[in-house]
């Protein structure tokens, strides 16, 4: 379980905003409600910050977690649809822990056992997955304030300050987001940190995303490719074995548009300990971010996202533990399978793998890491 915020509610007469002060009463093109996240937490105001461009489209944001709640995009009909999942509260982030649009940090994914040796230290992480450490909790990124550093009409950025041996990790480290709406329908992430002592860093985006726009609806007919030509097998507990596999022949082969239900639900031993498909491609992009890594299509909406990032790797997994026991945005309630997430990032348990890409982060040096999601409709 994570650990209990201590939160007091704020009568709050500002509703923070990407433009000009608004009247609370007045709600975003996705239904939210500004004034339902206004509160204070641990002696920080959240809000909720409308980005738009253009096209019309619109990107809510909280600085609660650094979260994504919703993200308005345009259908092949022109129809704008919802297509990320979320909460229409700050209160309900609360009352129902999630990655729901978080920005993870320190470390996206797992870390065997929770631990790790950098520069002859062993450290220890919380174990809080499996025996393993994932997405730096109990409490990670998600779960904490970040400061609005600045806001545009179509951009703002983030930023937090992770102490020296908070949740295990070495070093005093101010880590960053800026999330930027082009006019050409992308949402641009820019992740940046620096450290005053050796640290590991990964930082990503836990977007939930329905490509429908309509929740109740599963993921099974979604066109998933995915650019690599390998990828990392898992053990029962998701734990990566330190192999790296070829995708030939197998059901982690969608170098080719693949609809996601004719792979999930196969007699396979990574299906089965991925519970789905809950597992991490070494991209054939290396880094380029001029290429695409990843796509899914929505065949229903024509609703199309194509990922790019400076990243080695992304782990791509199906909303195999969503259960219908949250219910989220416009009261519908989130349904085994109802999204898929494409998280960008380090290989999982890099610490530990001293032949991956590395994660470490030394005094006088930035981490530097660009994701980009661009959509567009297909009819």
């Given amino acids: 379980m994570k650990n209990k915020l201590l939160i007091s509610v704020l009568a709050a007469t500002t509703l923070f905003s990407c433009n000009t002060t608004k009247k609370s009463e007045v709600l975003t093109d996705s ?59 700050i209160q309900d982030y609360i009352d129902n822990p999630s990655n729901f649009g978080a920005t993870i940090g320190r470390y996206a994914n797992r870390i065997k056992n929770g631990k790790f040796t950098l520069e002859g230290t062993e450290y220890q992480l919380p174990q809080n997955n499996y025996g393993h450490c994932l997405h730096g909790e109990l409490k990670g990124f998600q779960d904490v304030m970040f400061n609005v550093d600045e806001i545009k009409d179509n951009e703002i950025k983030l930023t937090y300050h992770a102490k020296d041996g908070e949740e295990g990790f070495p070093g005093n480290t101010t880590c960053s987001v800026t999330m930027h709406l082009t006019d050409d329908n992308a949402i641009e992430l820019s992740y940046e940190a620096e450290t005053d002592k050796p640290t590991i860093i990964n930082m990503t985006n836990h977007s939930y995303f329905n490509l429908d726009g309509d929740p109740s609806k599963d993921n099974s007919e979604y066109l998933l490719t995915i650019n690599a030509d390998s990828y990392t097998p898992v053990d029962s507990t998701f734990m990566t074995t330190g192999e790296i596999a070829s995708v030939k022949n197998t059901p982690m082969d969608f170098r080719e548009p693949t609809k996601l239900g004719d792979r999930m639900d196969l007699d396979d031993e990574q299906i089965e300990n991925g519970h789905g498909i809950d597992h991490n491609w070494v991209l054939n992009t290396k880094g380029d971010i001029n290429k695409i890594c990843a796509s899914l299509k929505s065949a229903n909406t024509g609703i199309k996202l194509d990922v790019y990032t400076t990243e080695p790797g992304i782990q791509v997994y199906t909303g195999n533990f969503l259960d219908g026991t949250q219910t989220g945005k416009n009261n519908i309630i989130y349904q085994f399978r109802a999204s898929v997430c494409l998280e960008t990032q380090k290989y999982p348990d890099s610490p530990n793998k001293p032949l991956w890409p590395s994660c470490v982060l030394l005094p006088g040096e930035k981490y530097s890491s660009h994701t980009i999601f661009k959509f567009s409709a297909e009819k």
Avoid: Q, W, Y
Avoid at 47 to 72: A, P, Q, Y
């Fill in 31 to 89: 239904g939210l409600n500004p004034a339902h996240f206004e509160i204070e937490i641990d002696s920080v105001k959240t809000g909720l910050f409308v980005l738009k461009n253009k096209n019309k489209m619109e990107v809510c944001v909280t600085n609660f977690g650094g979260r994504i709640v919703s993200i308005m995009v345009p259908d092949k009909d022109g129809a704008m649809r919802d297509v990320v999942l979320g909460f229409p509260s």
